[in-house]
């Protein structure tokens, strides 16, 4: 399709959808006053939709998730927080898909022309790709934050084939980094990154406008592609623990403290420094589950984000435990009492 036509569409849409939602018109009034059928109208109302051109907010004073958001934002400095309503009885699969669904909607809403999007990989990264509604943009870049290879294989096709899946759904050019995912020795890594193909790669990540990605933890059920896939053998995993780790964001380690930078192995791993995700411009971090509490509490302690995104159940078990400690701290501690057995 031409651009010309693409134009030509998008304001059809714009105005159908003022009239439909501005105006309360019905799809029949509208196809009568701009003298089309009622399916034309139906069509462009999708399009307005899946492009971006129509953002739809619900705001019900019973909301609980919106009380969660209030409640969330008053002990971290969050720039944004979505709760994604999830029933309490529904299963993993079912609240990624409705929190991958919700961020790859939103998605739309942010990416301009120009806009450079870093990308973690993860299973919960990937559940965000298959959800994607396809908004051709001039000008974008994806990016790979982490290399994913693994082992022997430089190259590993999850990593690479997530970015390619955004790049195609906007238009945009995919620039993957064909490294492993950790080196096998520091010196490697520092050795590598000198060279101009790679320094090119860690520019554009650094221009990166949106940075997405979820938290890996060291919690069983946390469903971390890090490490259920093979990307950390017993050393490793021995040195994390003696490290103090609790989480980590595209394959960078840090602790409950959000402390981060003399953890052994992030010396050998591919993905960027974390500090970096604490000066874009949105850090949207996406959580699905429980288990990852405590790695999103060390990493809001550290700063790595700024947008939340995070389903129900996980937003109400994270506003109990920061009420319970609240409460802990404002418990008295009662005073000795004077022995009077004392002479």
């Given at each position: 399709m031409a651009s010309g036509d693409r134009q030509d569409i998008a304001l059809s849409a714009v105005r159908v959808a003022r009239l439909y939602y501005f105006q309360n018109m019905t799809t029949a009034a509208i196809a009568q006053e701009i003298g089309t059928s009622r399916a034309t109208v139906s069509r462009l109302l999708s399009y307005a939709m899946e492009n971006g051109l129509v953002e739809i907010r619900v705001h019900d004073p019973q909301e609980r998730s919106g009380n969660l958001e209030a409640l969330i934002k008053q002990h971290?400095?969050?720039?944004?927080?979505?709760?994604?309503?999830?029933?309490?009885?529904?299963?993993?699969?079912?609240?990624?898909?409705?929190?991958?669904?919700?961020?790859?909607?939103?998605?739309?809403?942010?990416?301009?022309?120009?806009?450079?999007?870093?990308?973690?990989?993860?299973?919960?990264?990937?559940?965000?790709?298959?959800?994607?509604?396809?908004?051709?943009?001039?000008?974008v870049d994806v990016v790979q934050l982490n290399g994913s290879g693994i082992g022997a294989n430089i190259v590993n096709t999850f990593g690479e084939s997530i970015v390619a899946r955004f790049?195609?759904?906007?238009?945009?050019?995919?620039?993957?980094?064909?490294?492993?995912?950790?080196?096998?020795?520091?010196?490697?890594?520092?050795?590598?990154?000198?060279?101009?193909?790679?320094?090119?790669?860690?520019?554009?990540?650094?221009?990166?406008?949106?940075?997405?990605?979820?938290?890996?933890?060291?919690?069983?059920?946390?469903?971390?592609?890090?490490?259920?896939?093979?990307?950390?053998?017993?050393?490793?995993?021995?040195?994390?623990?003696?490290?103090?780790?609790?989480?980590?964001?595209?394959?960078?380690?840090?602790?409950?403290?959000?402390?981060w930078r003399d953890v052994a192995i992030n010396a050998r791993s591919s993905g960027p420094e974390l500090d970096r995700f604490q000066r874009a411009a949105h850090s949207i971090c996406v959580i699905s589950g429980k288990s990852k509490i405590a790695g999103l509490r060390a990493a809001l302690q550290g700063g790595f984000i700024n947008e939340l995104v995070i389903?129900?159940?996980?937003?109400?078990?994270?506003?109990?435990?920061?009420?319970?400690?609240?409460?802990?701290e404002q418990t008295p501690v009662p005073s000795q009492a004077p022995d009077t057995n004392r002479k």
């Open positions: 971290y400095a969050l720039r944004a927080i979505q709760v994604v309503p999830v029933p309490a009885a529904g299963s993993a699969s079912e609240c990624l898909q409705r929190v991958a669904a919700h961020t790859a909607a939103y998605l739309n809403t942010l990416v301009q022309p120009s806009t450079v999007i870093g990308l973690a990989w993860g299973k919960t990264v990937a559940a965000i790709a298959d959800n994607l509604s396809a908004k051709q943009v001039h000008g790049a195609q759904n906007y238009g945009a050019q995919a620039h993957a980094l064909p490294v492993p995912a950790f080196f096998d020795y520091a010196d490697t890594r520092t050795a590598l990154w000198r060279e101009r193909s790679i320094k090119a790669i860690c520019q554009l990540q650094d221009r990166a406008e949106i940075l997405l990605f979820s938290i890996g933890t060291t919690e069983m059920g946390s469903y971390s592609h890090i490490h259920t896939g093979g990307y950390l053998d017993e050393h490793d995993l021995n040195q994390i623990h003696q490290d103090g780790v609790v989480a980590d964001i595209a394959t960078m380690f840090f602790r409950a403290d959000g402390s389903d129900e159940p996980t937003a109400r078990l994270l506003v109990q435990e920061l009420e319970q400690e609240l409460k802990q």
